[in-house]
C-alpha cells in the first residue's frame, strides 16, 4: 500500500531512499514500504542507520513533499498555483490520474495546514495541560481516560503493548506514555513537571492522567508517534526534553516524520508478539481533506496493528456543531490565533471547517464514519467511551466515570460536551 495507492511504481517512488542502504527503493511494480534489505518497519525504526536528525526525529518524508511543503508555506496565498504550476512536472510523472494528483494537492494543503497550526500555538492553545482551551482539554482528558482503558486491559494481562499514533502533534500522547514508563523519582524535570500541574490537570475523575506505573514500565514497550509537521514533531522532542523524557526518545518513544498514509509493512520479530494500537487522535481523521485520504490513513493504520490489532478514532461528532456551548463555532471562534479564520460559511453550515490557513475540518455523523471505515475494511463499534454501550446515531450515552466527583464541569455541561465527541473503535479481523 502506498499514500498514492496501488498503482505502477511511479517516479515518486523511485525517489524514495530504502532508510537502511540509500539505494532507491525498488517496489517490484507493487508499490510497498518494505525496504529490500530489512523488512520490517521497526527494524528500521530501531537502526541507527536511518536517518536521524539532530533532534532525534526519524525521516521518512519524501525530500520533494518537504521541499513542496516548505515552499508552499512561505507562499500561502499561492498555494494551489504554486503545486500545479512549478511542480506540475513532478506530480504528473509522479502519478498520471487526476485523481492521484488531487490527492497529492490535498495531502500538501493539510501538510501545509498543519505546519501553520504548530507556528500559531497549536500546543498552548489545544495540548498544554495548563494554558489549552477548556473545551479541547476535556475533550483530550475523556480521550485519554478511554485510551487508557484499553492499554490497560492489556497491560493488566501482562501483555506487552506497542503503540502507534498516526497524527503525533506535539507530543500529547508522547508525554503521556513517557510519564507511565519512567519514574519521577528518577527524573527530577518529570517530578517538577507534574508538580506544576494541579490536580485538576492530572488527575481526571480520580484517575491519573500522568505518572509512572511500573506494569507500563514493564509491559508498554513502543510509542511510535508519526506526523507530517515538522514544527509539531520538534516541538514533541522539545517537550519531552524539557520534562526529562528524552532518553526515551528513539527508544520506547518514536517520533517519526512521515505522511501516516504511507505506512505497511512487518514488526521485527521481537515486537512480532506485542498487542498492537493504532490511535488517531483528537479529530485528525476529520482534519484530512478529502475522504480518500482517509480511507488511507485507516488503511494504514490497519495495516500498522495487523490482525488481532485495535485502531481507535476519535473525531468530533456532527451532532454537536451547532450547540452554543460545545460547538464548532465556540470552539473555532476561541482558537482562531491556531486554526485561522473560516472561509466557506456555506461548507461551514454543512459541517466542515474551511479556514485562511489552509485547515480542513470535518465533524461526522456516525454514519459517515462507519462508512469511512467500511471502506478501509473496518467495522467499527462508535462509542463515547462508555465500552458498554454503544452509540447507534439516535441515543448517545454518558460515562458513569466521567461523570463521578466531576467538580470542574457541571452535569449538564458534561452532557453536551459528550455529544462533541464520537469514538470508533474496531479490532482488525
Ligand atoms: C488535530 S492535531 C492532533 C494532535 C495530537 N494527535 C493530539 O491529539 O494532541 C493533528 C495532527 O496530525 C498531524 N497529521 C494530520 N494528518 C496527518 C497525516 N496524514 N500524516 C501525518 N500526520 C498527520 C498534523 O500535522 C497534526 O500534528
Given at each position: 500500500?502506498?499514500?498514492?495507492?496501488?498503482?505502477?511504481?511511479?517516479?515518486?517512488?523511485?525517489?524514495?531512499?530504502?532508510?537502511?542502504?540509500?539505494?532507491?527503493?525498488?517496489?517490484?511494480?507493487?508499490?510497498?514500504?518494505?525496504?529490500?534489505?530489512?523488512?520490517?518497519?521497526?527494524?528500521?525504526?530501531?537502526?541507527?542507520?536511518?536517518?536521524?536528525?539532530?533532534?532525534?526525529?526519524?525521516?521518512?518524508?519524501?525530500?520533494?513533499?518537504?521541499?513542496?511543503?516548505?515552499?508552499?508555506?512561505?507562499?500561502?496565498?499561492?498555494?494551489?498555483?504554486?503545486?500545479?504550476?512549478?511542480?506540475?512536472?513532478?506530480?504528473?510523472?509522479?502519478?498520471?490520474?487526476?485523481?492521484?494528483?488531487?490527492?497529492?494537492?490535498?495531502?500538501?494543503?493539510?501538510?501545509?495546514?498543519?505546519?501553520?497550526?504548530?507556528?500559531?500555538?497549536?500546543?498552548?492553545?489545544?495540548?498544554?495541560?495548563?494554558?489549552?482551551?477548556?473545551?479541547?482539554?476535556?475533550?483530550?482528558?475523556?480521550?485519554?481516560?478511554?485510551?487508557?482503558?484499553?492499554?490497560?486491559?492489556?497491560?493488566?494481562?501482562?501483555?506487552?503493548?506497542?503503540?502507534?499514533?498516526?497524527?503525533?502533534?506535539?507530543?500529547?500522547?508522547?508525554?503521556?506514555?513517557?510519564?507511565?514508563?519512567?519514574?519521577?523519582?528518577?527524573?527530577?524535570?518529570?517530578?517538577?513537571?507534574?508538580?506544576?500541574?494541579?490536580?485538576?490537570?492530572?488527575?481526571?475523575?480520580?484517575?491519573?492522567?500522568?505518572?509512572?506505573?511500573?506494569?507500563?514500565?514493564?509491559?508498554?514497550?513502543?510509542?511510535?508517534?508519526?506526523?507530517?509537521?515538522?514544527?509539531?514533531?520538534?516541538?514533541?522532542?522539545?517537550?519531552?526534553?524539557?520534562?526529562?523524557?528524552?532518553?526515551?526518545?528513539?527508544?520506547?518513544?518514536?517520533?517519526?516524520?512521515?505522511?501516516?498514509?504511507?505506512?505497511?509493512?512487518?514488526?521485527?520479530?521481537?515486537?512480532?508478539?506485542?498487542?498492537?494500537?493504532?490511535?488517531?487522535?483528537?479529530?485528525?481523521?476529520?482534519?484530512?481533506?478529502?475522504?480518500?485520504?482517509?480511507?488511507?490513513?485507516?488503511?494504514?493504520?490497519?495495516?500498522?496493528?495487523?490482525?488481532?490489532?485495535?485502531?481507535?478514532?476519535?473525531?468530533?461528532s456532527?451532532a454537536a456543531?451547532?450547540?452554543?456551548?460545545?460547538?464548532?463555532?465556540?470552539?473555532?471562534?476561541?482558537?482562531?490565533?491556531?486554526?485561522?479564520?473560516?472561509?466557506?460559511?456555506?461548507?461551514?453550515?454543512?459541517?466542515?471547517?474551511?479556514?485562511?490557513?489552509?485547515?480542513?475540518?470535518?465533524?461526522?455523523s456516525p454514519k459517515?464514519?462507519?462508512?469511512?471505515?467500511?471502506?478501509?475494511?473496518?467495522?467499527?463499534t462508535l462509542r463515547t467511551g462508555d465500552?458498554d454501550r454503544v452509540i447507534d446515531g439516535v441515543s448517545l450515552s454518558s460515562l458513569?466515570?466521567?461523570?463521578?466527583?466531576?467538580?470542574?464541569?457541571?452535569?449538564?455541561?458534561?452532557e453536551?460536551?459528550l455529544k462533541?465527541i464520537l469514538i470508533?473503535?474496531?479490532?482488525?479481523?
Amino acid at each position: 500500500m502506498s499514500f498514492l495507492g496501488a498503482g505502477s511504481p511511479s517516479t515518486l517512488f523511485q525517489q524514495m531512499l530504502c532508510p537502511n542502504c540509500r539505494s532507491p527503493l525498488d517496489f517490484n511494480g507493487q508499490p510497498h514500504f518494505e525496504c529490500q534489505t530489512e523488512d520490517c518497519l521497526a527494524h528500521q525504526l530501531r537502526s541507527k542507520a536511518f536517518p536521524v536528525d539532530e533532534t532525534g526525529i526519524w525521516h521518512l518524508l519524501p525530500v520533494p513533499l518537504e521541499a513542496i511543503a516548505r515552499e508552499a508555506m512561505r507562499r500561502l496565498k499561492t498555494f494551489a498555483p504554486l503545486v500545479t504550476e512549478r511542480y506540475s512536472g513532478w506530480i504528473a510523472t509522479a502519478e498520471s490520474s487526476e485523481v492521484q494528483r488531487l490527492k497529492l494537492v490535498d495531502l500538501l494543503r493539510d501538510m501545509v495546514a498543519a505546519e501553520a497550526m504548530a507556528k500559531r500555538g497549536y500546543y498552548r492553545n489545544v495540548v498544554d495541560w495548563v494554558s489549552a482551551n477548556e473545551l479541547a482539554q476535556r475533550h483530550e482528558r475523556y480521550e485519554e481516560l478511554f485510551l487508557d482503558e484499553r492499554v490497560r486491559s492489556h497491560i493488566d494481562r501482562s501483555e506487552d503493548v506497542v503503540l502507534v499514533e498516526l497524527g503525533c502533534g506535539p507530543g500529547r500522547y508522547l508525554i503521556k506514555y513517557g510519564s507511565r514508563v519512567r519514574s519521577p523519582s528518577r527524573n527530577e524535570p518529570l517530578a517538577s513537571f507534574l508538580d506544576a500541574l494541579s490536580p485538576k490537570h492530572w488527575e481526571f475523575d480520580d484517575r491519573p492522567v500522568f505518572g509512572f506505573d511500573p506494569t507500563f514500565e514493564k509491559h508498554f514497550r513502543l510509542i511510535v508517534g508519526i506526523d507530517y509537521s515538522p514544527g509539531m514533531l520538534s516541538q514533541a522532542v522539545a517537550h519531552l526534553t524539557q520534562v526529562g523524557l528524552h532518553e526515551e526518545v528513539n527508544n520506547r518513544i518514536q517520533p517519526i516524520l512521515a505522511v501516516g498514509q504511507r505506512f505497511a509493512g512487518k514488526w521485527s520479530r521481537d515486537l512480532r508478539d506485542t498487542h498492537k494500537i493504532c490511535i488517531i487522535a483528537f479529530q485528525t481523521l476529520g482534519n484530512q481533506s478529502s475522504d480518500t485520504l482517509r480511507v488511507d490513513l485507516l488503511k494504514s493504520a490497519k495495516s500498522l496493528v495487523g490482525p488481532g490489532g485495535e485502531v481507535i478514532v476519535s473525531v468530533n461528532s456532527l451532532a454537536a456543531w451547532g450547540d452554543k456551548d460545545v460547538g464548532a463555532r465556540r470552539f473555532y471562534g476561541q482558537v482562531s490565533e491556531t486554526v485561522g479564520s473560516i472561509t466557506d460559511e456555506e461548507a461551514f453550515r454543512r459541517g466542515v471547517l474551511r479556514t485562511n490557513i489552509g485547515l480542513t475540518s470535518e465533524w461526522f455523523s456516525p454514519k459517515a464514519l462507519l462508512a469511512i471505515f467500511a471502506r478501509a475494511g473496518m467495522e467499527p463499534t462508535l462509542r463515547t467511551g462508555d465500552r458498554d454501550r454503544v452509540i447507534d446515531g439516535v441515543s448517545l450515552s454518558s460515562l458513569p466515570l466521567f461523570q463521578s466527583g466531576a467538580s470542574y464541569v457541571d452535569l449538564p455541561m458534561q452532557e453536551r460536551l459528550l455529544k462533541k465527541i464520537l469514538i470508533a473503535e474496531a479490532r482488525v479481523a
